[in-house]
């Protein structure tokens, strides 16, 4: 049984920074295709950032693009998403995912993807 837990998530000042870990069990990490989503209040979960299983490519959304980072440890079993220059509209609730399928591929649309963990919040001050 796959399982994916998120950690990290916080209250934090704009300019400021996180860094989200997801730590996966019960399959094979280092061949899974990874990604990070957020959800804020009454809107849509959005793609934010993915990975294929090599880690030879990332894809982010416009608004993640050079303030994030996508990277993973394949040794500890863990994703993770450094945020710097938080902005409030930042604020949501972020999850990490997991896909076993087309994993050479970094997928960003939310139903390619087979696992999901709980979410971490993250709240951006103004």
């Known amino acids: 049984q796959v399982q994916l837990v998120e950690s990290g998530g916080g209250l934090v000042q704009a300019g400021g920074s996180l860094r989200l870990s997801c730590a996966a069990s019960?399959?094979?990490?280092?061949?899974?295709?990874m990604g990070w989503f957020r959800q804020a209040p009454g809107k849509a979960r959005e793609f934010v950032a993915g990975?294929?299983?090599?880690?030879?490519?990332?894809n982010y959304a416009d608004s993640a693009k050079g303030r994030f980072t996508i990277s993973r440890n394949n040794a500890k079993n863990t994703l993770y998403l450094q945020m710097n220059s938080l902005k409030p509209e930042d604020t949501a609730v972020y999850s990490c995912?997991?896909?076993?399928?087309?994993?050479?591929?970094?997928?960003?649309?939310?139903?390619?993807?087979?696992?999901w963990g709980q979410g971490t919040q993250v709240t951006v001050s103004s």
């Open positions: 995912a997991a896909t076993w399928y087309r994993t050479s591929y970094v997928h960003t649309a939310s139903n390619e993807y087979e696992y």
């Open positions: 019960g399959r094979t990490f280092s061949s899974a295709g």
């Open positions: 990975m294929d299983w090599s880690c030879g490519r990332t």
